[in-house]
Each structure stands twice: as C-alpha cells, then as structure tokens.
C-alpha cells in the first residue's frame, strides 16, 4: 500500500487548509486511515483517523476544527483543517492499516503504512 500527501503549506492563524492522502489500493471499509501529526523535537501525535468506514476520531486538540473524511471511490481521505493554531505547525503524515483494533488506533506504532509527509506551518 502506497500513501501519497498533499496539502500543506504556510498559512496565518486562523486560516485554513486541507490535506489529502491518496491510496494506491480500494481502501474501502477494510481499512483504517487517518491522520498524524509530529512538531520539532516532540513525538508523532494521533490527529484524526477513520475506522474502517464508521465513526471518526479526533485528538481532543483539534476537535471541531479538523474534519476528516473519505472518498472510497477515489481511494483517497481528506483533512479538512480550520481555525488553525501556531500549535497545529508539524508534519502532517497518513496512514492506514488493515488489521488495527479500535482500541489502538492512536497508537503510531500500530499502523504498518505511512505516506510521506507535508509540511504546515501556522504563522501567529
């Protein structure tokens, strides 16, 4: 499984952004995909992940600013992220994994496929 980013970029706070990550595979409702996240010099963080085409899930950070959502039919997700922070600056990273319980969808280590990464930066 290939994941490809896209999306980043520099934005003021209080801005908007969205991020796609498209999927080499028929990501349809066997797999987990979503969002991390990781700033300089701190670990990667859970954002927002999808679980298996039913509920999503947010980090307490971003709720009601972030929206993920999937498109099955172009294999592709999408983070919808508004009212940006200073705090929101990192690497935004997908993933996905076929195999995750509900229980460990935050856990990074968990998810076996990763796409490459883009940049956001939030100026204050």
């Known amino acids: 499984v290939q994941l490809q980013a896209s999306g980043g970029g520099l934005v003021q706070a209080g801005g908007s952004l969205r991020l796609s990550c498209a999927a080499s595979?028929?990501?349809?409702?066997?797999?987990?995909i979503g969002w991390f996240r990781q700033a300089p010099g701190k670990d990667r963080e859970f954002v927002a992940v999808n679980f298996r085409s039913t509920r999503t899930y947010y980090a307490d950070s971003v709720k009601g600013r972030f929206t993920l959502s999937r498109d099955n039919a172009k294999n592709t997700v999408y983070l919808q992220m508004n009212s940006l922070k200073p705090e929101d600056t990192a690497v935004y990273y997908c993933a996905a994994d076929s195999r995750i319980i509900l229980s460990s969808i935050s856990e990074p280590r968990q998810y076996d496929y990763w796409g490459q990464g883009t940049l956001v930066t939030v100026s204050s």
């Open positions: 595979v028929d990501i349809n409702r066997n797999y987990v």
